[in-house]
């Protein structure tokens, strides 16, 4: 079992709860509404970003239909959905207090704005993927600030002076955003490049149609022929769309995502890297990601151990200062089956938290819903807990609930304590 191997790590756990927190979207500095909270995720594809965009919308990030780039070394994108407060036009507040400490590759900071605690963290030029979100609490934007300060080498450190935190400093938001670059949401269906230029054509060539045909009425007419009266033409009714297929009819095998996390996760942590120490790692159907951070040695140590460890990397991603290392590691292919619902909401709660109560273990409950492209609406109960058992521990138990889905797994080898989330398709 990996639990049994112990792992050393000196980092601080990057898992909260965080599915309890309720979070803003937005808040306002000097009459102009920002957009916080968004889902940040890198970019591999510059040159083509909308293709990678559209299918983050379609799997990852059910609903969403805005976005902005952030570009740089790291490139990323941010996505949202418009029902929960965010518009189009809106200017992504993470993207310009980068901007402001382009000084700096890595900052972490608090921020007291009208709608409660701004918490942004960017790590080597990444916006991380609790790195942006608006607390209506100041306790949970203080405990989410200080969870991070164990991690070295920050730039900046910014936070309320009243929290009294050891070399943080007090900066108003309103002085980084003035003046700061803007990147604002645009629709991630909107029309451009080779669908636009098409749209063009297709509206010249209605108009010079036009024109021609104006022409011919005005200056070419033949004689007036007889009426001939015109036959009855049969109306052909068109035939109706085909029906939309439902969300759990290519459901993700979740045992095989817990299988294929559990297994990439044990050859990362098995990696002797001397002088480096593994951080946090988050695994979905998608691959795995982890970081190692030095605290002695060289570079060259850890490229070594890397590229001599056996296991296949899809990316590899080096700090500035050459102090930190994130990768990237594919998994197998998940397959999908059908998984209808059997059970409605409140069956579902009543019976996770009879089974979580029974194990003696906190399960974190809520419900979500979602519109489909023919405004069809699907609900869900959205579950996350914490775990000092592995994944292949789950497999008997989450395998019970029809129309199941994994969205996340997360490892922290330091407390050796694992994090699931996902939902359950309700009737």
Not at 80 to 106: H, R
Not at 265 to 272: A, F
Not at 283 to 294: A, D, I, K, N, Q
Not at 300 to 327: M, P, Q, Y
Request: glycine residues 6%; hydrophobic residues 40%.
């Amino acid at each position: 079992m990996l639990e049994d191997a112990n792992f050393e790590n000196t980092n601080t756990s990057p898992y909260g709860d965080e599915s309890e927190k309720i979070l803003g979207t937005n808040f306002k500095v000097n009459g102009t509404t920002y957009a916080t909270s968004l889902f940040w995720q890198p970019l591999r594809n510059s040159d083509d970003p909308y293709t990678e965009i559209i299918e983050a919308a379609e799997n990852v990030l059910e609903g969403a239909d805005l976005f902005c780039l952030k570009k740089g070394r790291s490139p990323q994108f941010g996505m949202c959905i418009s029902e929960q407060g965010y518009q189009k036009g809106m200017p992504a507040a993470a993207i310009g207090v980068i901007g402001a400490l382009s000084d700096t590759s890595s900052f972490l900071a608090v921020f007291k704005v009208d709608q409660g605690w701004w918490y942004v963290c960017v790590r080597n030029d990444v916006i991380l993927s609790d790195g942006d979100m608006l607390f209506y609490s100041e306790q949970e934007a203080k405990e989410q600030f200080t969870s991070m300060l164990a991690v070295p080498d920050w730039g900046y450190k910014i936070a309320p002076d009243e929290w009294q935190i050891e070399d943080a400093k007090e900066i108003p938001v309103e002085t980084l955003l003035d003046g700061a670059p803007r990147q604002t949401l645009k629709k991630i269906h909107a029309l451009r490049g080779p669908k636009l230029f098409a749209v063009v054509a297709a509206a010249a060539l209605v108009l010079v149609w036009f024109l021609y045909t104006m022409f011919s009425l005005f200056f070419m007419q033949e004689p007036i022929k007889p009426v001939v009266p015109p036959k009855t033409i049969k109306k052909i009714q068109p035939a109706p769309p085909p029906p939309e297929p439902k969300p759990w009819e290519s459901t993700e095998d979740p045992v095989q995502v817990l299988s294929y996390c559990f297994k990439a996760v044990q050859d990362v942590v098995s990696i002797p890297t001397p002088g480096w120490r593994i951080g946090g790692i988050t695994c979905t159907s998608e691959g795995l990601v982890t970081s190692w951070h030095m605290q002695i040695g060289r570079l060259s140590w850890i490229d070594k151990a890397l590229n001599e460890s056996g296991v296949t990397f899809s990316n590899k991603s080096i700090s500035a200062n050459g102090r930190e290392i994130v990768v990237s590691v594919p998994i197998e292919k998940v397959r999908t089956f059908n998984s209808p619902p059997t059970k409605n909401a409140v069956e579902i709660v009543n019976t996770l938290n009879d089974l979580f109560q029974g194990l003696q273990m906190h399960v974190s409950l809520s419900t979500q819903t979602w519109t489909s492209p023919q405004k069809n609406i699907y609900r869900s109960v959205k579950f996350s807990f914490s775990s000092k058992h592995d994944p292949k521990e789950w497999f008997d138990i989450l395998t019970k609930f029809s129309g199941l889905t994994l969205n996340v797994i997360k490892y922290d080898a330091h407390s050796n304590s694992w994090h699931y989330e996902g939902a359950i398709y309700v009737l």
